[in-house]
Structures are given as C-alpha cells and as structure tokens.
C-alpha cells in the first residue's frame, strides 16, 4: 500500500538479528483518551445547554467533538505504527504516518543502563529504561511506556553486558535451525 510505513524489519541489515520488536504500552494513549473524552463532554454538554436559536454556535461545537475524535484516532495511529526493534547490533525506533522517521543508535555506545518502573506502571504493566551512552545523548536514551519492561531491561543488559561468545552461539545455533525449516536465516 503506497500510504502503510515501511515493516520496520525491512530497515535491518542482513546481518542484523533481531532480538525484541514491540510497540509502546497502551498507557501512552490514557492521558489523550482522558482529555478527548473530557472535550468530547464539555463540547456535548454546552451544544445541549445552548437554546435552539443559536444553532451556528451548536453546529461549531459539533465540529470541535468531530475534531477532538479525529485528533484522538489520529494519536492512535501513531501510536499503532511506532514501532522499537532491537537488534544484536542496534536499537531502531521507526515512527510517523506520512513521514517516517527513523531513530537508531548503535548497541556498542551503551555504557549504562537504567530501569525505572512507576507505580501506575506496576499497575499497568510498563516501565522506563533509559539507556546512557560515551559522552553523549542520543535519540533513544529515555525509552518510556515499554511493555513488559524487567523482560527488555534483561534482554538488552545480556546484548549489551552478556558474554559475547555465548551469544554468538546461540545466534548461529537459532540460524541453523530457521534454515532447517526453510525459513531465511535472520541474521
């Protein structure tokens, strides 16, 4: 489809191995559900409190709710199509609707890695993991919303900090067995 972004996969590298590809929690999404829905009340109340005679001002209502619906369903295709994929090589954030854009930093600059978890997230089911690097700060040290978050902090403490040997291994050991299947290798 010409309008669809591009699979983020398509922007890997041949020898690229993925390793997670998610999309942020659903929480992003609660403070405009929130606030869509208080526009949507206060723009549905006032148009029913105004009398008849002013229906200009009620047709403008109607269509400040039409935009807060579209704005809110507009927030919501962002959030479906940005998506994080995390490679033994690097961290690509691919993002936008019209206009992708793509985010990437290399895995070999993490020097640090810290994991932060709110206490709505501990409801909700998401964290933070803000990842630090040499002397700089690159486009995706603060990762937020991340679903299932002690599971990626782990995955990438064992990329970045983990024996490098032990995983070569087990990448080629995965390979093989994708090929086996007739499945082409990852990476």
Known sequence: M???PRDPDEYLLDTERRVI?????WAVLLWDAFESAA????TIMVSYLLPPSQWIFQN???YVALFVVLRFAWKVMEWWVETLVVTDKRFV???GIFTTKVLMMP???VTDLTYERPFVGRLLGYGTVIVESA???QALNNIDFIPRPEEFYDSISELVFGDKKAQAQRFSMAKAQRI???KRPVG
């Open 2 to 4: 010409l309008l669809a």
């Open 21 to 25: 590809r998610l999309r942020r929690h």
């Open 39 to 42: 526009l949507l009340a206060i």
């Open 60 to 62: 403008i209502l109607w």
């Open 93 to 95: 954030l691919t993002r």
């Open 107 to 109: 895995i070999s600059k």
């Open 135 to 137: 002397g700089q700060i």
């Open 180 to 182: 086996a299947k007739g």
